[in-house]
């Protein structure tokens, strides 16, 4: 009966959805400051631009590499000048298993990449701060709405391809 239930809890074991992190790391960090000092000198009236996407790498089996790409450049408003361009690819490997197909992907493009926002957002902050900016405070990012997107659009597109075309 013993043998039962360890093989039993052995087959929910191996069923069981796990996302785990491994390791949290910086892949790459830039920040440009190109018009120093005479920016100082300007009316601080900035215009911020923000680009965010995601890599991800298969590593191994269940195991995988999620690259948070974050690119930030403020110009000011006036002058057109650039203060400053700040690009952090934070990543990490997690151990993902018991997902498939969309859960998969969702877990990969969502979850993971909302476990390295915060590092990436409190680097910017970081780096900002130590070219003797204005404080910049990123604000949270929607990944599961950024995900349903996506979904949304890919099935847009699916079925506009699906689409007979009409002949003239």
């Known amino acids: 009966m013993t043998e039962q239930n360890q093989e039993v809890a052995t087959e929910a074991q191996a069923t069981e959805a796990v996302l785990q992190i491994q390791r949290i790391y910086i892949k790459d960090v830039s920040f440009e400051a190109p018009n120093l000092p005479h920016i100082f000198q300007q009316e601080w009236k900035p215009q911020l631009s923000f680009d965010l996407n995601t890599e991800v790498v298969e590593l191994g089996e269940d ?9 930030t450049e403020t110009t000011l408003e006036e002058s ?3 203060a400053f361009i700040c690009e952090v690819k934070q990543a990490g490997v997690f151990t993902v298993s018991g997902f498939e197909g969309v859960q998969l992907a ?5 979850q993971c990449p909302n476990m390295l926002f915060p590092y990436a957002r409190e ?6 701060n130590r070219g003797t900016f204005p404080p910049l405070n990123l604000s949270p990012v929607n990944f599961d709405a950024l995900f349903m997107e996506y979904l949304e659009r890919q099935q847009a597109e699916q079925a506009q391809s699906e689409q007979p075309e009409t002949v003239n």
């Open 63 to 71: 195991l995988y590499e999620v690259c948070l790409n974050i690119s």
């Open 80 to 82: 057109g000048d650039v």
């Open 106 to 110: 969702h877990c990969l493009t969502s």
């Open 123 to 128: 680097l910017i902050a970081s780096l900002v």
